[in-house]
Structures are given as structure tokens and as C-alpha cells.
T-cell receptor, first 112, second 114 residues
Framework: GQNIDQPTEMTATEGAIVQINCTYQ??????LFWYQQHAGEAPTFLSY????GLEEKGRFSSFLSRSKGYSYLLLKELQMKDSASYLC?????????????FGTGTLLAVQP | EAQVTQNPRYLITVTGKKLTVTCSQN?????MSWYRQDPGLGLRQIYY???????DKGDVPEGYKVSRKEKRNFPLILESPSPNQTSLYFC?????????????FGEGSRLTVL
């Protein structure tokens, strides 16, 4: 079956570092995505991992371990505007379907 | 500006009254998809289209129809809406094959069926 797990909520302090974990069990794997979604808005793309290891993009980094079915999103130097929901999504197979299976999201609250 | 545009953004309707949510993208993307987002359930795919005249069911297609007569447009049709279709709907598009397949989302359409 398909299962993507991530914590429901997290709280962190402005300027700190936070790590949001995601574990997945899917029938196939062809990439893992992280999206950011502010309340009432559309999800926006943050990162993509298809091979094991760390991908860094500014204050955001994402890590993937395919053997463990595990990924994390690391946010550094947190800002108030980082308060949002973070969605982990897995693409099960290649080809044209480009179907993403989404987790339910982690709501991050950044406090002063 | 590259974007996915949905209309209407907000709609309140009554059970059984047919409605269409339009979706248009200006990025020449082959792939388009509709998702619904409900609390505690995340984003679930309703239908997708790999190109003009090619559509297929996602995970929750019941009660919905789609069409893809032009590359840029992918309307979602609710022939006879019911209260369980009250949700936040997102249209998304992407290039297919050969890149990350990053999905670009529209701003969402919040539908309430009374």
C-alpha cells in the first residue's frame, strides 16, 4: 500500500534550525518532493531528491535515504515567514503519469 | 508570468446543480492534474491528463469529470455535486519526462456544496 508519514505539527524559534521528517512506504519510487503551503494558498515547490544524499538550496536542505524510506527537510535560520505547512510527496513511478502521493503535511509554527 | 489560473476561487452551491471549475496554464505543460485537499487527508488526486485528449482517473474520481480539448485548459466538472465534495481544489501542471516533474499549482478553488 501507500503510506507517507510526517509529524502533524512542530514549533520552533526564530533563528533556530528545524528538521521535518518524512517516512514513506510506496509500491514504487521515482523521486521525493517537498512543498511549502501557507494557509489558504497553493503549495509551492521547495526541493526534489531522487538519489540518496543531501540537496542544499539556500536556507533549505533535503535529505533522502531510499533504503530506509526516509527523508527530512532542514530549515536553517528560521524566519517568521517560514510558518507554513510542509508537504512531503513521493512520485511512485516514472513515465508520463507524474502522480505524486502526498503526506498530510507538517504545520510549522515559528515563534519569536 | 508563468502561472496556473483557476476559476472560481470561491463557490457556494447546492446539491445537484452542475458546476465547472476552470483551469488554465500558460507554460505549455503537457501534464495537468486535479487534486482535492481535505483536513487530515492531504492532497488526493482526482484526475490527470498526460496530453490533449488523454485523461485518466486518479485516486478519488467518483463524482467528477474532466476534459482536455486544448493543451492549456483542463476543466473539472461536477455533474451533480454533493456535500461530500465540499473541499479545496487545486489544479496543477508540469512538464513530463526528462525533468524533475515539479508540479505548479493554481491558487485553489474553495467549493461548498449545501
Amino acid at each position: 500500500g501507500q503510506n507517507i508519514d510526517q509529524p502533524t505539527e512542530m514549533t520552533a524559534t526564530e533563528g533556530a534550525i528545524v528538521q521535518i521528517n518524512c517516512t514513506y512506504q510506496t509500491s514504487g519510487f521515482n523521486g521525493l518532493f517537498w512543498y511549502q503551503q501557507h494557509a489558504g494558498e497553493a503549495p509551492t515547490f521547495l526541493s526534489y531528491n531522487v538519489l540518496d544524499g543531501l540537496e542544499e538550496k539556500g536556507r533549505f536542505s533535503s535529505f533522502l535515504s531510499r533504503s530506509k524510506g526516509y527523508s527530512y527537510l532542514l530549515l536553517k535560520e528560521l524566519q517568521m515567514k517560514d510558518s507554513a505547512s510542509y508537504l512531503c510527496a513521493v512520485r511512485e513511478s516514472g513515465g508520463a503519469t507524474n502522480k505524486l502521493i502526498f503526506g498530510t503535511g507538517t504545520l510549522l509554527a515559528v515563534q519569536p | 508570468e508563468a502561472q496556473v489560473t483557476q476559476n472560481p476561487r470561491y463557490l457556494i452551491t447546492v446539491t445537484g446543480k452542475k458546476l465547472t471549475v476552470t483551469c488554465s496554464q500558460n507554460m505549455n505543460h503537457e501534464y495537468m492534474s486535479w487534486y482535492r485537499q481535505d483536513p487530515g487527508l492531504g492532497l488526493r488526486q482526482i484526475y490527470y491528463s498526460m496530453n490533449v485528449e488523454v485523461t485518466d482517473k486518479g485516486d478519488v474520481p467518483e463524482g467528477y469529470k474532466v476534459s482536455r480539448k486544448e493543451k492549456r485548459n483542463f476543466p473539472l466538472i461536477l455533474e451533480s455535486p454533493s456535500p461530500n465534495q465540499t473541499s479545496l481544489y487545486f489544479c496543477a501542471s508540469s512538464l513530463w519526462a526528462g525533468n524533475t516533474g515539479e508540479l505548479f499549482f493554481g491558487e485553489g478553488s474553495r467549493l461548498t456544496v449545501l
